[in-house]
T-cell receptor, first 113, second 115 residues
Framework: AQSVTQPDIHITVSEGASLELRCNYS??????LFWYVQSPGQGLQLLLK??????LVQGIKGFEAEFKRSQSSFNLRKPSVHWSDAAEYFC???????????FGAGTRLAVHP | GAVVSQHPSRVICKSGTSVKIECRSL??????MFWYRQFPKQSLMLMAT?????????EQGVEKDKFLINHASLTLSTLTVTSAHPEDSSFYIC???????????FGQGTRLTVV
């Protein structure tokens, strides 16, 4: 079955601390992987994506993610979190064509000053 | 980047009435658009694929007679929630990808509350 697992429902970090959000996927074909961020009551903004090539991808707002095929993982990282990063983060997987995405349950990030 | 716009952003309707939500691609043509539903504190679940000029494709478990989708032009898809009930209250989001693009762009979402 195709699925995306985000093990952490809530994460709280202090401003300036590093962050890692976990994502594991199960997908029958070549996965195209995405991380989106959603602010309350808003749509989704793409942080970064992985299709092929270098397994470490850089995104917007200082985020990066590493694709590890052997672990079926695509974890999101940021070296120093800002208060404005507080939001909901979704990992998603899809086939070529980039739509019809399967989303993880999301991780809600809180940032303490 | 490309822009996908949804309207309205919020709507409150009475139980038993119908509500129409619009999804527009503002600066590109989209032969296919996607409708997702998000319950509070949950993830997005794909409801249906909207195909311009043909019938929508619904995901398993989604009632096609309740969630009517019309993709009448290359820039507009509409989702009509018919005979709405409180359990239909949710956040509905559409997405589309520009031709040749590699990213799905999402609308702002529509918060539907059925009272």
């Amino acid at each position: 079955a195709q699925s995306v697992t985000q093990p952490d429902i809530h994460i709280t970090v202090s401003e300036g601390a590093s962050l890692e959000l976990r994502c594991n996927y199960s997908y029958g074909a070549t996965p195209y992987l995405f991380w989106y961020v959603q602010s309350p009551g808003q749509g989704l903004q793409l942080l970064l994506k992985y299709f092929s090539g270098d397994t470490l991808v850089q995104g917007i707002k200082g985020f990066e993610a590493e694709f590890k095929r052997s672990q079926s993982s695509f974890n999101l990282r940021k070296p120093s979190v800002h208060w404005s990063d507080a939001a909901e983060y979704f990992c998603a997987v899809g086939a070529k064509g980039y739509n019809k995405l399967i989303f993880g349950a999301g991780t809600r990030l809180a940032v303490h000053p | 980047g490309a822009v996908v716009s949804q309207h309205p952003s919020r709507v409150i309707c009475k139980s038993g009435t119908s509500v129409k939500i619009e999804c527009r691609s503002l600066d590109f043509q989209a032969t296919t658009m996607f409708w997702y539903r998000q319950f509070p504190k949950q993830s997005l679940m794909l409801m249906a694929t909207s195909n311009e000029g043909s019938k929508a494709t619904y995901e398993q478990g989604v009632e096609k007679d309740k969630f009517l989708i019309n993709h009448a032009s290359l820039t507009l898809s509409t989702l009509t929630v018919t005979s709405a009930h409180p359990e239909d209250s949710s956040f509905y989001i559409c997405s589309a990808t520009p031709p040749g693009g590699t990213e799905a762009f999402f609308g702002q979402g529509t918060r539907l509350t059925v009272v």
